[in-house]
């Protein structure tokens, strides 16, 4: 327990004072007996791009932002966040210098027309080495993160009627979250952002509709706003819905960056 709340003190810090990638090189040469490959006629296949892109540093993270609509992308973030994002990496798993966790910065793009989340993304990564010069690359390395596994009673979760992307909500009067309409892939998606690296081992497919309940887990003696106080507490919570969040060891992809520059080119 003092090590997931060591973590969730890092995720906490990473989530609200921030901060989810493949670098690409060649090597061409020539052994007797070989010939180099001709040269292509055909120009390079253009990177997805947004049309008009407007970003700028941030002295701090004291509102977070980020929304995506159909091709827009509004974001106050920290700068390994995005990346991760861009990515599809968890935060903790992004592997950064300590200038570009702390970094902060506002991003407001457009695409030229409406495109899924995912095009969001390759758009996000082209901005990144435009403005930043960001390179990077994955490696897989033997680390200890954590798992959602079922618990040894089996889950209790509600099939979901809801439709369209997944919700959540945080009720500190109540001292309870709600999640509406996720799949466990998501939810874990979620949660890596504040414990290591965490992924699905929980073997389920299908929409969930669930509540964590927090009265009687937490401090009434701390101070900590609700959304974090629950970082450290939710492991016990999710044996409420039958699953369990513990460490496993195991080879694990990373997102190393190899440069970046803190600030950005001009707009």
Request: charge should be neutral; hydrophobic fraction near 45%.
């Amino acid at each position: 327990m003092a090590m997931l709340r060591g973590i969730g003190r890092f995720a906490a810090t990473t989530a609200l004072g921030l901060a989810w990638l493949p670098g690409v090189g060649s090597l061409v040469g020539a052994q007797e007996g070989f010939s180099a490959p001709a040269q292509s006629s055909q120009a390079a296949p253009t990177q997805p791009a947004f049309e008009v892109a407007s970003v700028k540093p941030l002295p701090d993270l004291s509102s977070l932002v980020f929304r995506v609509d159909h091709g827009n992308l509004h974001a106050r973030m920290g700068l390994q966040w995005l990346i991760g994002w861009a990515y599809s990496v968890p935060v903790t798993l992004v592997k950064a210098p300590d200038s570009v966790t702390l970094a902060a910065i506002e991003i407001e793009a457009k695409a030229a027309s409406p495109v899924a989340e995912d095009q969001v993304r390759l758009m996000l990564r082209t901005l990144l080495a435009d403005r930043f010069h960001l390179e990077v690359h994955r490696e897989t390395r033997q680390t200890t993160i954590m798992a959602l596994m079922i618990g040894k009673n089996g889950p209790h979760l509600r099939a979901s009627e809801s439709e369209g992307k997944w919700r959540r909500r945080l009720d500190a009067a109540a001292l309870r979250e709600t999640y509406t309409g996720v799949t466990m892939k998501e939810f874990t998606e979620f949660l890596a952002q504040y414990y290591h690296g965490t992924l699905d081992h929980t073997g389920l497919s299908g929409r969930y509709d669930f509540v964590l309940e927090y009265r009687g887990l937490l401090d009434p003696q701390s101070e900590r706003p609700f959304n974090v106080a629950v970082i450290d507490s939710r492991r016990d919570a999710l044996a409420q819905v039958g699953l369990r969040l513990d460490p496993v060891r195991e080879p694990v992809e990373f997102l190393v960056v190899d440069r970046v520059e803190k600030l950005p080119t001009e707009n």
